[in-house]
């Protein structure tokens, strides 16, 4: 399978390392990038060969949120139009979360809006200690409706409230507070601790190993069909506000919106 936005790479021993490679966009979140992120999760979910999957950012930003142009798209879009683009990355999430195989995240750099919801549905994830993190989407008058079923699954309602709805810029420390990843390390020491993350897998039972992902996830807080049909319309709706008509449009002219302080 050709990808021009993503790489997967798989080495001697079935790690595969899933690499979002448009650094000089800081890996946002393009139409393409999503149609090719759901390829990646089908092509390494049914490899067998595959024993654990890095997921990283190529370029200094692991993955920035949507991309502008995506952004654009979307603003003139009609209900229906911005439903289905909000599907199509809400079933790459969960196509990531269900993959039979560990998600291992390689939080190089920066991670915004939906790179947070690709960090939340690792069953890892390992961070420089610069990365900056933040759920910017209430500054344009938007909500993170997409990747919100895996966020409070990761962090829990209490500390998801922390940071959910105020757009603030938070450090990795915090995220490791904050339960989005499990170590912050710097950048020297990146790969050693991903490694270290990966090597148990490589001696236990890939069969058990998928098992015991599944088990935990039926245990764990429920994303089915419904959720995800909710979280979308609910992004719908917020697209319809004056609020995010205001956001969009001071966004890209530059300016502050009229409720900036």
């Excluded at 269900?98 to 915004?112: V, W």
């Excluded at 989407?137 to 409230?161: D, F, K, Q």
């Excluded at 710097?186 to 993350?197: H, I, K, R, S, T």
Aim: charged share 20%.
């Amino acid at each position: 399978m050709n990808f021009n936005t993503i790489r997967v790479t798989t080495d001697e021993i079935g790690v595969a390392t899933l690499t979002l490679a448009r650094p000089d966009k800081h890996n946002a979140l393009s139409g393409r990038m999503i149609a090719e992120l759901a390829g990646a999760a089908e092509l390494l979910a049914n490899d067998v060969k595959v024993r654990a999957v890095v997921l990283t950012g190529e370029g200094d930003s692991f993955c920035a949120g949507a991309d502008l142009g995506w952004m654009r798209a979307q603003a003139s879009a009609a209900r229906n139009a911005r439903i289905a683009e909000a599907r199509k990355l809400a079933l790459v999430l969960r196509a990531l979360n269900e993959l039979p195989k560990p998600l291992i995240g390689r939080i190089n750099g920066q991670a915004f809006g939906g790179g947070l919801g690709l960090t939340s549905v690792c069953d890892a994830a390992v961070a420089v200690n610069t990365a900056k993190f933040g759920f910017t989407e209430v500054r344009l008058g938007l909500i993170p409706a997409t990747i919100s079923p895996y966020v409070l699954a990761r962090m829990g309602e209490g500390r998801a409230r922390r940071v959910f709805m105020s757009a603030r810029i938070f450090n990795a420390n915090e995220a490791c507070e904050l339960g989005l990843v499990a170590r912050a390390v710097p950048p020297a020491d990146l790969d050693a601790a991903v490694e270290g993350e990966v090597r148990h897998y490589c001696s236990a039972s890939p069969q058990a190993v998928a098992a015991a992902k599944a088990l935990a996830r039926r245990l764990g807080p429920a994303i089915d069909d419904a959720i995800i049909n909710e979280t979308v319309a609910l992004l719908a709706d917020t697209w319809e506000t004056s609020d995010a008509s205001e956001g969009i449009a001071a966004f890209f002219d530059r300016r502050r919106p009229r409720w900036q302080a």
